[in-house]
């Protein structure tokens, strides 16, 4: 029997970037212990087969709606729609995230303007749109996922480390100012994790053995290692807990004194 301080059953869930990698884990996750759940993302069908894959897994339909975060009619529309479809919105997952990893020196105004947007800026605009709902009906959950480097800058990575490090001072900004409101909101940080974001940097054995070994638990993460956070920061077990960046990273930022090879950065 499971533990009702635990459960996200009938929640309504919407997870932006649920098409694939971490979004896509948590998404089934929440589906599979019976959450209504929405997935968005920029690509139509690659979120319908998502949609439809991890519909046969969860207790109701998975729903798909197309939505570029950084653009804000379009996150209108989203939030209009889930209005029309649900009640209530219980729970926001801001997973929608890019990167591209290069030297300082070499970023572009289209590379900065590229991540900044998407990675901060949409989760910003995001959180707002749903935001208003919650503090309107008195209640709400919003969970940000943010990154190694929210707290820990590492390498070729300059405009998405500034993103992540804003998103964690987002998330404690938004846990203040709703707080009264009954809206919570908290962060999870991934460690190392496979996933497409991070693909070619893992296909670099140099890279992936330094990972490894200098991670505690000797080994990298998989997406499915943090639907466990986000179960827990959706129900009444974190109810008491707002503002907060969940480390989940093997224990990476336990030590952090490691050299990074040439190339590194997640």
Not at 22 to 41: D, K
Not at 149 to 163: E, G, I, Q
Not at 199 to 221: D, H, S
Not at 247 to 262: L, R
Request: with cysteine; glycine share 12%.
């Amino acid at each position: 029997m499971s533990d009702p301080l635990f459960t996200v059953a009938e929640q309504v869930v919407l997870v932006s970037g649920g098409s694939r990698g971490i979004g896509r884990a948590i998404a089934s996750g929440f589906a599979e212990r019976g959450a209504r759940v929405v997935i968005t993302g920029r690509d139509a069908s690659t979120l319908e087969q998502t949609a439809t894959e991890l519909s046969q897994g969860g207790v109701h339909p998975v729903i798909a709606m197309v939505c570029d975060v950084s653009q804000s009619s379009q996150i209108e529309a989203l939030v209009g729609d889930l209005l029309t479809h649900f009640d209530q919105i219980d729970t926001l997952i801001n997973v929608a995230g890019v990167n591209r990893r290069k030297p300082v020196l070499e970023v572009t105004e289209d590379d900065y303007d590229f991540v900044i947007g998407i990675n901060l800026k949409g989760a910003f605009l995001l959180s707002q749109a749903i935001g208003r709902h919650m503090v309107e009906r008195g209640g709400g959950c919003q969970i940000n996922i943010a990154s190694l480097n929210t707290d820990r800058p590492l390498k070729d990575v300059a405009p998405y480390a500034m993103s992540k490090a804003a998103m964690g001072h987002m998330t404690r900004s938004l846990a203040v100012e709703w707080g009264p409101a009954g809206v919570r909101v908290n962060g999870i940080a991934p460690g190392f994790i496979l996933t497409d974001l991070t693909a070619k940097l893992w296909a670099n054995p140099e890279m992936q053995e330094w990972g490894i070994r200098n991670t505690p638990q000797r080994r990298l993460g998989q997406p499915e290692d943090m639907v466990g956070a986000a179960l827990f920061l959706a129900s009444d077990a974190s109810r008491f807990m707002t503002g907060q960046t969940i480390f989940v990273d093997g224990g990476f930022t336990a030590g952090w004194n490691w050299p990074i090879p040439v190339g590194g950065g997640q």
